[in-house]
């Protein structure tokens, strides 16, 4: 029975890779800037919701504020490259520790609460972050920063030629985030994060410690979204806080967790892979007009999928042996 | 021989009310301890007390020759304390045995030996056929029985059962009853609270009666069940005629 | 500006307590309903305060309208059932922001005169606009009478009761559905008031919902959800304190003052001021 167990989460393992080496493929046929374009935010919202799913479906603790660490990890890494000269690389993973540690820092108070107030407490820090920055002069205020570009460079990450090498660290941070967490979940943390979402006592008398499941989730998942700040500050090669810190950051990680099976290791990978295409190219198309179709067509989807599909699309594909037969 | 738990002078109060009053019990190696008294007797209380659920407002808990008084659940279940729930706290969205790989942690931090652990426990409880179904398609007996698995896979010295047999049909009580002695031939000792009189009696080495929050009775079930004091504890209660 | 708050808070407040369900729409209810005043002043010249009634009545219709065909549903899903509301309840924010935009366009729109517009008033020389006045005492007047309605009248104890135990109440012959679309009339109608009266002094635009919704849920909170003593105090405070740092703090950071109330409350108070367990 556990031979079961392991083929299946090789049989992930060997799915993803081959997912993996496609996508790697892609760009050798698609030449076509927007849909490069597309391809990119898709693998970024992939790997940025698989972060989210962590803290808010594997661990339980809904988080509708992680455009914070988005942000954070974007201002960390521009912040250090255009006042101290540190190359966006160190700039990166500076961002990484800076968010996980004020993730946990705030973790302190806010794990204390419950449902709806911690749902709302997570927005409501989000939206402290943004108004700070939009006061905060040296770091641009509402101007943002402007990335001085010159020339491709590895060096630098920045490139005016070609999307590609974007193309390569996005399809690279959504790998990291789905091994991390494929690796997690048959890890003690991920067993214990599970036992959190469904049942905190209980967890708690099976000698889990509660408060640091929470804290550690927090860490690793703002660690991974600030990195996706910091890559996406370097792709478009400006920002100012609405353009990296706003709400909408915080629900399009959500959403493609949500849509595709919140919890699940498959999940935000297939609700990006659906969810971010049609965003763009209904934005593409009639956004322009500035007539609020592409609202209403994303709007009318986000209604019918969680109310037809609870535990998301990936509830489609999977067989009714939950119920189980009894010998 | 020293007692695994003991509880000194314990009181509990709940703003005016008084739930526990200096309330010394002591469990010692290898026994099945049940604990009894009518609704309202400060049962759940105590055994909430003991589990590590909140702190006592007087009084010290001993365990295992260690003060425990003011350590969290988590680490009393590192020490040896396993626990069920009155209403059962499966964790629903996760398969029988990932509920159980859950408490096998405790001692198994390299997930092959939890998962083999895990499956060990479900073979003793016999609930190795719904291994990965769902918890929440379990029927109740199963669910208490996963409760008690669960907590028997931390590894316990002690093993807290709060009602498990209350609610079960004759032969899954039955069942049940055959477990606990089982699961005492293993080596761990028992601290049952049980409502119904007639079912744990027959099972356990000794009783300790709660009344209005103070240990009103305590010995052999045979006597306990012929004292006055607790006929007269149960007196309306349909059990107490029974017994 | 406090008491408007509480007012739009109220109707948030008033869902949530009967059924556990938070709208994530309620700012675009607020929206609709400062449109709809715009527009029976634009083409009927119906000054706003006149027509708050039609629509606050327009707005109970729309809110019982919404319940039954979309909340009915995200309420029986059996599983994520938090997340089936919270996402519903936000694609229906995201519809209605998309087809405000589409039939009204984005631009901003205001009421540009109307009986209360500009007028102050003095009492005891300190001026006062009149419309905050006015609005202050709509709310106060529009408070009471929920007050007295819930407590007081058959179908306000229906409510209270199919909050406390719908099953029970199904036992007594009350259909659960139509008190809980009730309820959502009722709450979308305190929006619709309080965005009538808003129309008069807010600029109008379909976005405008988005920046009073999160004051509402803070306002909620900091009540505790489902008291409606608790959203009407809620309401006070946060307009006090957005009056306070709006002394200290430059104005673009006067939410954070609101902010950093709700923040410290609910960590004082996890369940709020006035919430039960």
Redesign the interface.
């Known amino acids: 029975m556990d031979k079961d167990f392991t083929a299946r989460r090789r049989r992930d393992l060997i799915i993803a890779a081959l997912l993996a080496l496609i996508a790697a493929l892609t760009p050798l046929f698609v030449k076509d800037v927007v849909v490069q374009n597309i391809l990119i935010l898709t693998l970024m919202y992939a790997g940025l919701s698989q972060s989210w799913n962590i803290l808010s479906g594997y661990c339980g603790q809904i988080s509708l504020g992680h455009a914070l660490y988005f942000g954070l990890g974007a201002y960390t890494t521009e912040l250090l490259f255009t006042k101290f000269g540190v190359l966006p690389w160190f700039g990166m993973l500076a961002g990484g520790v800076v968010s996980a540690l004020i993730a946990m820092g705030l973790g302190y108070p806010f794990f204390r609460l419950r449902g709806h107030y911690f749902v709302i407490a997570t927005i409501v820090i989000a939206e402290i972050g943004l108004l700070l920055f939009h006061n905060w002069e040296w770091a641009g205020a509402a101007m943002g920063i402007t990335i001085p570009i010159r020339g491709d460079s590895w060096l630098k990450f920045q490139f005016l030629r070609t999307k590609l090498p974007y193309f390569y660290f996005a399809l690279a941070l959504c790998c990291l985030a789905w091994f991390v967490t494929w690796w997690l979940e048959n890890s003690k943390w991920g067993f214990w994060w599970r036992a959190v979402k469904d049942n905190p006592e209980a967890a708690e008398s099976l000698g889990v410690d509660v408060f640091n499941s929470k804290m550690g989730a927090a860490a690793v998942s703002a660690f991974l979204v600030a990195v996706g700040g910091s890559f996406y500050a370097q792709f478009v090669s400006y920002i100012d806080p609405e353009s990296v810190m706003g709400f909408q950051f915080s629900l399009l990680m959500a959403l493609p967790a949500v849509l595709g099976g919140i919890g699940t290791l498959w999940g935000p990978v297939l609700g990006a892979a659906i969810l971010i295409p049609l965003t763009e190219l209904t934005r593409f198309k009639f956004g322009g007009s500035g007539r609020g179709i592409d609202l209403i067509v994303y709007g009318t989807l986000i209604v019918l999928i969680s109310l037809a599909l609870p535990r998301g699309l990936l509830s489609l594909f999977s067989r009714p042996k939950r119920t189980g037969a009894v010998r | 021989m020293s007692a695994l738990l003991e509880t000194r002078g314990v009181w509990q109060r709940f703003g005016g009310l008084v739930a526990n009053s200096d309330v010394s019990i002591s469990v010692g190696r290898g026994e099945i301890v049940g604990l009894i008294g009518p609704n309202g007797a400060g049962k759940s209380t105590l055994f909430n007390l003991i589990a590590g659920v909140l702190p006592p407002t007087q009084g010290s808990i001993w365990f295992d020759g260690e003060d425990v008084t003011n350590l969290p659940a988590a680490q009393r279940c590192q020490r040896g304390i396993g626990r069920t729930f009155q209403v059962v706290k499966s964790f629903e969205t996760m398969t029988v045995i990932d509920n159980v790989i859950v408490g096998a942690l405790v001692r198994n931090t390299v997930m092959k030996e939890a998962r083999r652990k895990a499956r060990e426990v479900l073979e003793f409880t016999g609930l190795a056929a719904r291994a990965d179904v769902l918890a929440s398609d379990l029927v109740p007996a199963e669910k208490r029985r996963l409760e008690v698995a669960r907590a028997l896979a931390t590894g316990p010295k002690l093993l807290l059962l709060d009602e498990v047999l209350t609610g079960l049909t004759p032969t899954e009580a039955q069942t049940g009853v055959a477990l606990v002695r089982k699961v005492r031939d293993a080596g761990i000792t028992v601290l049952m609270v049980e409502h119904v009189m007639e079912i744990v009696m027959p099972l356990v080495d000794r009783a300790i009666v709660l009344d209005l929050g103070k240990v009103l009775v305590e010995g052999k079930p045979a006597d306990v069940v012929r004292d006055p004091k607790v006929i007269k504890a149960y007196l309306g209660d349909r059990h107490a005629v029974g017994a | 500006m406090g008491l408007l708050y509480g007012l739009i808070a109220v109707g948030l407040a008033l869902i ?1 307590g009967l059924m556990d369900v ?1 709208n994530f729409a309620h700012g675009e209810f607020l929206m609709i309903a400062m449109y709809r005043s715009f527009f029976l002043f634009a083409f009927f010249a119906i000054d706003p305060l006149l027509s708050a009634p039609l629509v606050a009545a327009a707005l109970f219709i729309f809110g019982a309208v919404v319940y039954l065909l ?1 909340v009915r ?2 309420m029986r ?8 509301q ?3 309840t ?13 039939f009204f ?2 631009d901003y729109r205001s009421i540009p005169q109307s009986w209360l517009g500009g007028k102050t008033i003095s009492i005891a020389g300190i001026f006062l606009p009149e419309p905050q006045l006015v609005g202050a005492l709509v709310s106060i007047a529009a408070f009471a009478g929920l007050y007295i309605f819930i407590h007081r009248t058959d179908f306000g104890r229906a409510i209270e009761a199919t909050r406390e135990d719908p099953g029970a109440v199904a036992l007594v012959g009350i259909d659960k559905n139509r008190v809980f679309a009730f309820g959502w009339g009722l709450g979308a109608a305190l929006v619709g008031l309080a965005g009538a009266i808003m129309a008069v002094f807010f600029y109008i635009y ?1 976005d405008v919902g988005a920046s009073f919704a ?1 004051i509402a ?2 306002t909620v ?1 900091l009540g505790g ?1 489902g008291s409606v003593f608790g959203a009407f105090a809620g309401g006070i405070i946060v307009g006090l304190v957005e009056a306070v740092t709006a002394l200290v703090l ?1 104005p ?2 006067k ?2 003052g609101i ?2 109330v ?2 410290l409350v ?2 004082i108070r ?3 001021l006035f919430g039960s367990i």
């Open positions: 949530f938070t979309l549903f995200a899903a059996k599983a994520n059932a938090g997340m089936v919270i996402f519903t936000f694609g229906l924010a995201i519809v209605m922001r998309g087809l405000a935009q589409y366009t984005p379909p999160l849920y803070v909170a959800f430059p673009s950071l939410s954070v902010y950093s709700y923040l609910v960590f996890p369940r709020g």
